[in-house]
């Protein structure tokens, strides 16, 4: 009996979240959120299971300044540093406009990126590709998609609605945001590679500016 009651707290014990600090937490994925996943971004597949996913929640300035909260679903191996790195954007008030797990955009890349949203896990190749995005693995995160977009090599940008923001020249671009856009010298940059992760902004035939990585 007394081994049963160990086992019971031991299984309770797994399932609490890791608090970092106060509204910035990392935990294996509860049963609510693999029911919300199944069949949209998760897919049963060879390459990454729940066990090697772990759901986040972090706190952060909008872009009216107001205090918001957030979830992601990262890749175990970047769950700590995910949570520092979000801890350290909000200590500086970074303005992100919206963090929202992309199944809330039925795992539909575009739209999600279209309105902005800051995401990670995603079960998807790359575009165009048979070959799986980092995005697949949990080990990629997209910040403020929609003004700091992606453009491959032929000049095709992505998500559509970002066009105004292919001119990264903060005194150029006439876009609202355009003090937003994530540059190579960006506090948000510095914070992002300090923890190992690399930027799509540094690549040379085609520029994810949106794209962190490990």
């Not at 007394?2 to 049963?31: C, E, H, R």
């Not at 990454?48 to 990262?74: A, M, S, W």
């Not at 940008?157 to 609202?176: M, W």
């Not at 992002?192 to 690549?203: A, E, H, M, N, P």
Request: proline fraction near 2%.
């Amino acid at each position: 009996m007394l081994g049963m009651i160990v086992s019971l707290l031991q299984s309770n014990i797994t399932v609490q979240a890791t608090v970092y600090k106060d509204g910035f937490t990392y935990q294996k994925l509860p049963g609510r959120i693999k029911k919300k996943i199944n069949g949209v971004s998760f897919h049963k597949n060879s390459s990454i299971t729940y066990d090697d996913l772990r759901y986040v929640k972090v706190k952060y300035y909008n872009f009216n300044g107001k205090v918001k909260t957030g979830e992601l679903i990262v890749n175990k191996k970047i769950a700590k540093k995910t949570v520092k790195i979000f801890y350290e954007l909000f200590q500086i008030k970074y303005p992100i406009q919206r963090i929202r797990l992309v199944d809330e955009y039925q795992a539909d890349d575009e739209k999600s990126m279209a309105d902005n949203n800051t995401s990670s896990f995603n079960f998807r190749t790359v575009a165009g590709t048979n070959r799986l995005s980092k995005h697949a693995l949990g080990l990629a995160i997209d910040i403020n998609p929609r003004i700091n977009p992606y453009i491959n090599s032929k000049g095709v940008l992505t998500p559509g609605n970002g066009k105004i923001y292919k001119v990264r020249d903060v005194k150029k671009c006439k876009g609202k945001y355009a003090r937003y856009m994530i540059q190579k010298n960006s506090q948000i940059t510095k914070i992002f590679k300090k923890y190992g992760f690399s930027w799509g902004g540094d690549w040379k035939y085609s520029k994810d500016y949106q794209h962190f990585e490990m």
